[in-house]
């Protein structure tokens, strides 16, 4: 399953980002896979970085592997200074 991220992902859309993708799992519960298109995001704030770690433990916790796909520099660089690249991406030179 494939969700595409547009614009912000910040403290006023993480909400509906979480709620949207929860939804997409439950009406899909054969998925094996939960992949984030990133190529539109824009911008991620402290929230939006707490929403990507959610869905993670969500898929995780679910058996579904957790992808980040199209990584830009800006959210490459946030996942670097939090410590979060690896965690979220199942390694160093995945993008």
């Known amino acids: ?24 799992l439950h009406e899909q519960r054969d998925a094996k896979a939960l992949r984030l298109d990133c190529a539109d995001l824009k911008m991620i704030d402290s929230m939006g970085l707490s929403t990507l770690l959610q869905l993670q433990r969500t898929a995780s916790r679910s058996g579904i592997t957790f992808h980040l796909d199209n ?20 390694g160093p030179d995945r993008t």
Do not use: F
């Open 1 to 24: 399953m494939s969700v595409s991220l547009r614009g912000d992902l910040d403290y006023d859309t993480s909400d509906d980002v979480l709620q949207r993708v929860h939804s997409a």
């Open 71 to 90: 990584i830009g520099p800006a959210l490459k660089q946030l996942l670097d200074m939090t410590g979060t690249y690896e965690y979220l991406t199942g």
